[in-house]
């Protein structure tokens, strides 16, 4: 089992940049798919980045892609999004996840079974 919590989120004026960080407890923390995701007000929860359990691969949706980088430290238990030239569409409540134990990507939350509280991004116009 592992316990997810978010931390970073804040308000950044548009063409910014901020990073937040997805701390982990529990055990084989490398061996599992985490993935960030993240949902707006009246909006479904949306994809946003994943970096698969062996650390090697990484995934971002078009909207995103350039612009977002995951990356992980299994030694600190962390991982984090850095997010470049945010646009006021990026606003939302951002979650990182865990899929089960050496399960592969996946861009569906419902198939991730660790999630965290969420923190807010905010990016003004």
């Known amino acids: 089992q592992v316990q997810l919590v978010e931390s970073g989120g804040g308000l950044v004026q548009a063409g910014g940049s901020l990073r937040v960080s997805c701390a982990a407890s529990?055990?084989?923390?490398?061996?599992?798919?985490i993935g960030w995701f993240r949902q707006a007000p009246g909006k479904e929860r949306e994809f946003v980045a994943a970096?698969?359990?062996?650390?090697?691969?990484?995934y971002y949706p078009d909207s995103v892609k350039g612009r977002f980088t995951i990356s992980r430290d299994n030694a600190k238990n962390t991982v984090y999004l850095q997010m470049n030239s945010l646009k006021p569409e990026d606003t939302a409540v951002y979650y990182c996840?865990?899929?089960?134990?050496?399960?592969?990507?996946?861009?569906?939350?419902?198939?991730?079974?660790?999630w965290g509280q969420g923190t807010q991004v905010t990016v003004s116009s």
């Open positions: 970096f698969s359990w062996n650390g090697v691969n990484t």
């Open positions: 996840a865990a899929r089960n134990l050496y399960q592969l990507y996946s861009p569906r939350p419902h198939d991730y079974r660790y």
């Open positions: 529990g055990r084989s923390f490398g061996s599992y798919t």
